[in-house]
């Protein structure tokens, strides 16, 4: 029997510093054997968002020792790795240089195989480490810098059916936060605060909501949380801005996906349709539920990676290093870091990477 492969993945594009070592497994799906990932919210929160160069410097400081935990936790050495894979995009160029040097080091020095990995494909994928899922599948990206539907039709093969125009969701989230007094990043807590409050207290906008197909825009709604937060009396008043603030993002994600699962069946007879929700968002529990039903409503099945893969991490880089690898995908030890990096090049432009403040 050929011998399964075995990835060494290494991420540092925005504020995580995380390696992890994936195996393939005979089933098709993946072995996490180890996964590593050390965040840095302390390190940012004075500042309400994730600063680039404070980011780079923890990254510089960090990587080594992540890299020898996860392999030491993974219980190999490194010559039992088949190949590397570093995300190389999109995302802060000063964070993503430090782990894909290190990526390109190892890879040089040990003779293995390296795979520049796109971190939004390492999202896209991520969901085949558990379970096995067919090509093609929906797939809505929710995180703290990218929210976007895409086709995934196959690895390296993508449409984009339609991205946020302005922020991203969790940015909307973090931005609501701040203004409410949280820290960041504030989303969870968003979520906690919501359930004490009314959330038909406040009406907000819906930008968008009727045009731009699948497309979404939060920044209308984020200056009608900044015009209303100026006149609340009481913490009551805040719980109630929380809950009306989740159930309109609720209602757009709603609505958008119905167009996105639309669009998505469009010329397409007799597949299984799948719906998968990853990044750091899809942690709110009203968010899946919401999903859910509508999904049921639609006949989709709707996948929820575990947290723990959702939201940033180095297996789903591993994984998607390893998918490539297997379709000959090689990189050389020249790949740039790139700030800006779409899955799908043939979409318009319309937001560039994502930084959160
Ligand atoms: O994917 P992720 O861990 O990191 C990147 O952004 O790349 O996502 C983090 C984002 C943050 O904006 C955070 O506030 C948001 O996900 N988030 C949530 C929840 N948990 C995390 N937003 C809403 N509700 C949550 N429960
Ligand atoms: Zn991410």
């Known amino acids: 029997m050929k011998e399964k492969l075995t990835?060494?993945?290494?991420?540092?594009?925005?504020?995580?510093?995380?390696?992890?070592?994936?195996?393939?497994?005979t089933d098709g799906?993946?072995?996490?054997?180890?996964n590593v990932v050390s965040g840095q919210i302390d390190e940012h929160k004075e500042f309400g968002g994730v600063v680039p160069e404070i980011a780079a410097r923890a990254?510089?400081?960090?990587?080594d020792f992540i890299i020898k935990k996860a392999i030491k936790e993974s219980n190999l050495s490194f010559d039992k790795i088949n190949g590397i894979a570093a995300t190389a995009g999109p995302g802060l160029i000063v964070c993503l240089t430090v782990g894909l040097n290190a990526g390109k080091a190892i890879a040089g020095s040990l003779k293995k195989p390296f795979v520049a990995v796109n971190h939004l494909e390492g999202h896209a994928l991520s969901p085949k480490i558990n379970k096995k899922i067919k090509f093609p599948y929906l797939l809505l990206l929710i995180s703290g810098g990218h929210t976007q539907f895409l086709e995934v039709k196959g690895v390296n093969d993508y449409k984009r059916l339609g991205t946020?125009?302005?922020?991203a969701l969790g940015e909307a989230f973090d931005k609501t936060a701040k203004l409410l007094g949280i820290e960041f990043p504030g989303g969870p807590k968003i979520e906690e605060w919501a359930k004490k409050g009314d959330k038909n207290y406040f009406e907000l906008p819906k930008p968008i909501l009727k045009k731009g197909g699948c497309n979404l825009s939060f920044a209308g709604l984020k200056t009608a949380v900044l015009r209303t937060s100026k006149k609340l009396k009481s913490q009551k008043e805040k719980y109630n801005l929380a809950?009306?603030?989740?159930?309109?993002?609720?209602?757009?994600?709603?609505e958008k996906t119905k167009i996105a699962m639309k669009e998505f069946l469009k010329d397409k007879e007799n597949i299984e349709k799948t719906f998968v929700i990853a990044g750091g968002v899809a942690a709110n529990l009203k968010i899946r539920e919401n999903l859910t039903k509508l999904s049921n409503e639609k006949?989709?099945?709707s996948i929820f990676p575990p947290v723990n893969l959702c939201s940033d991490n180095a297996a789903m880089i591993a994984w998607a290093g390893i998918e490539r690898y297997k379709m000959n995908l090689i990189d050389n030890l020249e790949f740039p870091s790139k700030a800006r990096w779409p899955l799908d090049s043939s979409a318009p432009f319309l937001k560039g990477p994502g930084l959160k403040i």
């Open 7 to 25: 990835f060494l993945g290494i991420e540092t594009s925005c504020d995580e510093t995380a390696a992890s070592v994936v195996r393939e497994k």
């Open 29 to 34: 799906t993946g072995d996490i054997l180890s």
């Open 59 to 63: 990254h510089v400081e960090k990587i």
């Open 164 to 167: 946020t125009i302005d922020d």
């Open 243 to 254: 809950a009306s603030f989740q159930k309109t993002i609720n209602e757009i994600l709603y």
């Open 299 to 301: 006949k989709f099945t």
